[in-house]
């Protein structure tokens, strides 16, 4: 059966970005599709050798300049892997994802040259990954005011406090710490972000236990005890920290967009096929239900709409004028459409839904991720509201 995500992609998108597509999606098929429910029985993150694998197809350098060893390539081509691998598993999707869109982002728009030079052949490679430390204990949505601290020392700085929720700590090589620096300057310009190495004395990890959603991707808290750094080690402007946060998660808000979409297209192919084999009440198919049929159009509608409108994004994306209320719409309305949308599309499935095997609880539970990572959408409407209320 034709996927109907491949439809709308071929229409929407020129024929080299559809090709790339095509090659990702082929490689998550093979790779992801056909292994995805072992993984999760086995309860294992994803394994070396598929990062090794998605690391040799240059899914980690997407991005990246080509004279950093990356491809090159723009947000259009992020959110296509996004879309072609999250269609069987957003937890392995946001594996290279958030690697580049966290990790090698806020280097290649804000680092030096040499911290360019330092980190970004081996991000591209696939070979390192840098975390985002942004989230804390007791700093989720209020993140512009961070806990963990850094003081200065001479020309170190002493790092102290923790970290949570952070993806891909497994297998990072450095963290992204954002923490206070002047605790009375101005609202967004009292913290400063900080490159530090995992191995640093004083930086101690831990996989998140518990966890039931993204059962493949790693998830982090990072201890920092008096953890001491260089100067060189700032990311951006002292005290501009909050502003390298900001810029990195609009570009991260598209992807997020992006694993919805993956999710809603794997449940709308799904869905559409079982209701055409599933026989009750005589021979004919549920499919024949009006009420079975609103759900499946409704989940077409919305897919069609929404890539429309995420990859529209992407170019503004690309040509500097994508402002953070657009990328925080997008991604609002896409992870609350398709949340809503596959339980609707599973109670179409009946009993069979709940099974792993079938693959929807997967996407169900996964789209709760996309409703409050990378902003809460309740926390995001209050950027959404300001034009609203402006100029009335
Ligand atoms: C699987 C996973 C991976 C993640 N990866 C990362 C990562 O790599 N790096 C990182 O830094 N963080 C990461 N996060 C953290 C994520 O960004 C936070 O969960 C998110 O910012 C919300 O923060 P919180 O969970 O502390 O919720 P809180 O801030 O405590 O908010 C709780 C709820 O209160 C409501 N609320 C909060 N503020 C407002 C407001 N202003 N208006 C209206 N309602 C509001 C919302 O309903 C919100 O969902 C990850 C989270 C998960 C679950």
Known sequence: MARRIDHYLSRLTH?????????????????????ILKWERD?????????AKMGELGLFGIPIDEAFGGQGG?????????LALGYH???????PGAAISLGAKPIQLCGTDAQKAEHLPDLAAGKRMIVFGLSEPGRGSDAANPEVTAVRDGDDWIIQGEKCWSTNAKWASHVVVHALTDPNGANGKRS???????????????????????????????????VRVPGSAVLGEVNDGFKVMVTTLNGGRLFIASLALASLAFALDKTRRYAEERIQFGDKPIGRFQRVQDVI???DIALERNLTWLLDLCQRHDAGTLDRESAAKVKVDSSRVASDLVLLAMEVCGGVACLDEFGLIRHHDDLFVTRVGEGSNFALKDLIVRPLRENV
Do not use: H, N
Not at 15 to 35: H, L, N, T
Not at 43 to 51: N, T
Not at 74 to 82: A, E, K, N, P, R
């Open 43 to 51: 309860k294992v993150l994803v394994p070396d050798e598929a990062i």
């Open 297 to 299: 159009i409704d989940m």
């Open 89 to 95: 598993s957003q937890s392995v999707a946001i594996t």
């Open 192 to 226: 400063t972000c900080f490159i530090v190495p995992m191995d640093a004395e004083g930086v101690f990890y831990q996989e998140m236990s518990g966890k039931r959603v993204w059962l493949q991707s790693s998830t982090g808290s990072i201890m920092f005890d008096q």
């Open 74 to 82: 723009d947000m259009t081509d992020l959110v296509l892997m996004g």
């Open 15 to 35: 024929e080299d970005k559809f090709d790339f597509y095509s090659v990702v999606r082929d490689f998550s098929d093979a790779e992801i599709g056909s292994q």
